[in-house]
Each structure stands twice: as structure tokens, then as C-alpha cells.
């Protein structure tokens, strides 16, 4: 009798579990890049049991080299995604209405290194060098400058040469550009490690520069947010992972060594986890979720300063809702 009810007890719970599972809303993220710590809030969110708390069952998709996320969500394949402010505007501009829903990230961490033997001390020496530049989406910030500073990137005598880069930093060690993209918390590293000695090298962050754009937000279809169900899904996620860019910054090993347990590539190291995490908390901090009106006109406005050639060509209109942070920070 005890082994029957025993046995009962356990398919009750199996069944409840099961239940709890299928009751859980299913959430699909789409990060911009491959697992690592830009990322650490998210998984720290899930680790942690945020996103179970809140009902959530959520899948959290790596990016990589090929995969373009405002593509991934125009298809289908995710509910939200993470991508800079530049690619998402430019790419409502062409059709896709993606709309930000939250800022994680208050600051930029994207620069130039240069070095210094290539005669580069100050942007106006910029011109007549080769520079390395992402593309996929990550050159907007680029060509917004370069048009602020009137530079062609067209290989020109008075402008620059855009070496379209690989998500490396090859060109610069092996000085097939003078100045290289970085991110403070991930490249910039690599071509230390390389070798190169900080004293050598000379950075230009966009930041200090005042072409600084919003990176890391996150975003959905606008067509998406006319559903009720949606919006609450997305303030429970929003609150969720919010919850999580705060305990990893509070706790950056931790949050370090839980994108380490979830990179199932193990490409990632732990010495380079912790170094990106600590980097990365200095670019969140400030920021409880909700975008800053004066950021995201400052983003705008730089993306307009193109000259003949400006990375949108008008004042977007419905690019952002204050709705899910309003409601998720309550």
C-alpha cells in the first residue's frame, strides 16, 4: 500500500511539474553576439530562477558572425532582441518596426585603438589611414562619425579606407590598418593579449568623442506590443532580467562563471569572462532598465549628422515605449 501511494505521490508531482512547465509563458531572446559576458544578465536571470519567478520560460539564442538579429525576429525566430540603437533605427527606417523596450546598458563601450606608430594622435589624423570596421549592422556608429568629422570612406585621398573587419583584431596586429573597432570589454583585451603593450596603443572611445550611441537595448515588434498578453510578458520579462544585470554587476565573478557553465562552444575563458564582466557592469551601471530620453535624442541626433549620406534620414517616430520599464519597475 505505502509503495502504490508512494508511487502515486510521485506521478502527482511529476504531473504538476510537467503542468508548471507547459503553464509557463515561453520567451525567445536573441542575443547579438556568441555567449559571453555582454550578455551576463540574462543568463544570470535564468540561473537564478528570475525568469521562473516570474512565470517565464525563456530561451535565450546565441548570435554569431551570420546571424543578424533584426532578421531573426522579421522571421519569426524571436520575441525580443538585443541590438544597438543604430541597426535597430536604421533598420525601422527600412521597414522593420522594431521598438525599444528596455535599456539595460547606459553607456557605450565601442572605440577605435590605433596604433601609434601609424602617425594617429588625434582623429584628424584619421585621414588618408586604413581603418577597421564591423559591419552587420555595427558600422552605423562608424559612418556617423566619420560624416561628423567629413570623412568619405570611400578610399579617397581626404577621406579613410574601410577595411571591412572580421570579428577579430587580425588587421592590427598584422598592420593591415592603422586603428581597429573595439569594444572596451572584449577586443581591446585581445589585441593586449596579442602582445601589444598598452603604451603603444592610442583609443578613441565614442563615448569621449560625443558620437557615443546606445548599444545593448532591447527590442520587439512593434505590431507585437498591440497585444495585451505580449506586453505583460515582456514587463515580466523586462523586470526579470533586469533583476539579473543587477546581481551580475553586484556579483561580476559569479556572473562571470554562469555565461562560463553556459558556453557550450568553450571558447570562452575565465580569466577573459571576469576581465569582460568587470568591464561590462561599468557600462550598465546607471541604467535601471528604462531608456533616457536625453540618450536616445542624443543617439538620433548623431545618426542624422550624415551630411548627404546620414545613417536615417528622418526623426523616427514610435522607435521606443516607456510602457514595459514604467510597469516593470513599479
Not at 540561473?47 to 543578424?68: C, F, R
Not at 568629422?149 to 570579428?167: H, N
Not at 545613417?311 to 514610435?318: D, F, N, S
Amino acid at each position: 500500500m505505502k509503495t502504490k501511494l508512494a508511487s502515486l505521490l510521485l506521478a502527482s508531482a511529476f504531473a504538476l511539474a510537467a503542468f508548471q512547465a507547459d503553464a509557463a509563458e515561453k520567451v525567445t531572446l536573441q542575443l547579438k553576439w556568441v555567449t559571453q559576458a555582454q550578455f551576463a544578465g540574462y543568463y544570470v536571470a535564468k540561473e537564478k530562477g528570475y525568469y521562473d519567478e516570474e512565470g517565464l520560460d525563456v530561451e535565450i539564442k546565441p548570435g554569431g558572425p551570420d546571424i543578424a538579429p533584426p532578421q531573426v525576429i522579421a522571421g519569426g525566430g524571436a520575441d525580443v532582441i538585443v541590438d544597438w540603437m543604430p541597426s535597430a533605427l536604421a533598420t525601422r527606417e527600412k521597414g522593420v518596426a522594431l521598438v525599444n523596450i528596455a535599456q539595460p546598458f547606459k553607456s557605450s563601450g565601442m572605440m577605435l585603438t590605433c596604433l601609434k606608430e601609424s602617425g594617429v594622435a588625434t582623429p584628424a589624423d584619421f585621414k588618408g589611414k586604413t581603418l577597421g570596421v564591423w559591419f552587420f549592422g555595427n558600422e552605423y556608429p562608424f559612418l556617423s562619425w566619420m560624416s561628423q568629422l567629413g570623412l568619405k570612406t570611400d578610399g579617397g585621398a581626404d577621406g579613410v579606407t574601410v577595411l571591412k573587419q572580421g570579428f577579430n583584431v587580425d588587421p592590427l596586429i598584422q598592420k593591415q590598418a592603422a586603428c581597429i573597432s573595439t569594444m572596451t570589454y572584449n577586443e581591446y583585451w585581445q589585441v593586449i593579449d596579442a602582445g601589444i603593450k598598452p603604451d603603444d596603443l592610442i583609443t578613441f572611445k565614442y563615448e569621449d568623442q560625443g558620437v557615443a550611441t546606445l548599444e545593448d537595448g532591447l527590442y520587439v515588434l512593434e505590431d507585437k506590443l498591440k497585444d495585451p498578453v505580449f506586453k505583460e510578458k515582456m514587463v515580466k520579462f523586462v523586470r526579470a532580467s533586469m533583476k539579473g544585470w543587477k546581481y551580475a554587476e553586484a556579483n561580476p565573478d559569479e556572473a562571470a562563471g554562469i555565461v562560463l557553465e553556459n558556453d557550450t562552444t568553450g571558447a570562452q575563458t575565465e580569466a577573459h569572462q571576469k576581465r569582460m564582466m568587470s568591464e561590462v557592469a561599468k557600462l550598465t551601471a546607471g541604467s535601471n532598465g528604462a531608456l533616457d530620453d536625453a540618450d536616445y535624442t542624443r543617439t538620433v541626433a548623431s545618426l542624422m549628422k550624415g551630411g548627404s549620406d546620414p545613417v536615417i534620414t528622418k526623426e523616427p517616430v514610435g522607435a521606443f515605449t516607456h510602457e514595459i520599464t514604467d510597469e516593470a519597475l513599479k
